[in-house]
């Protein structure tokens, strides 16, 4: 079986901050955080197919999650000018998009079917097909993780990531799962 080892020493070049595998059992779930979500807190509430409504209600996102047994959750950790910086906070939020596709690309290549959340929104389309049309690019597009319900601060805190990095820092957050009994080499 495809060890978790050659997974980490290919990560490990990555300009990951931190990360850590977890068991999906352990997820820290909260209806709390989709209430933030409807009271449209971050902005992207209805606007893309990554955020609810569009996909779905807290329990039916747990109960994807729970196909899965196995998860990694990393951040990246970028400076800012101070908390004003909009441009820093979405050159950040670009740069960890682009870290996350390459993380999941080497997943890809080792794990069939993932399950793939991370920053709100999706900015993949300068305008997004929603509710119109399918998804352009349902495999690029990674849906929120506080929009699937889950609780990162204390995600973060379980997993022993900081969940916050200090001041004039932006830490954001990715979490992949998957199956390590599902990997392409086979048990
Ligand atoms: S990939 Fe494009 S169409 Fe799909 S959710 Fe993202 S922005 Fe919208």
Request: with cysteine; proline share 4%; net charge neutral.
């Amino acid at each position: 079986m495809m060890s978790i080892c050659n997974i980490e020493a290919e990560i490990k070049l990555l300009p990951i901050h931190e990360y850590a595998f977890l068991k999906s059992e352990d997820l820290v779930f909260s209806e709390e955080v989709r209430i933030l979500c409807e009271k449209n807190q971050c902005g992207m509430y209805g606007t893309c197919w990554a955020c609810p409504p569009a996909i779905g209600s807290i329990e039916e996102c747990r109960k994807q999650c729970m196909q899965y047994e196995d998860g990694f959750l990393f951040t990246t950790a970028t400076k800012v000018k101070n908390r004003f910086d909009m441009q820093g906070w979405l050159d950040a939020r670009k740069e960890h998009e682009k870290l996350t596709d390459q993380v999941v690309k080497i997943f890809r290549a080792h794990y069939k079917d993932l399950l793939i959340l991370s920053t709100e929104g999706c900015m993949v389309c300068k305008n997004c097909t929603y509710p119109d049309e399918p998804c352009r690019f349902p495999d690029r597009m990674y849906p929120a993780t506080e929009g699937y319900g889950i609780l990162v601060m204390q995600q973060a805190k379980l997993c022993s990531i900081k969940y916050n990095n200090g001041p004039n820092t932006v830490t954001y957050f990715s979490l992949i799962l998957f199956n390590r009994r599902n990997n392409k080499e086979g048990s």
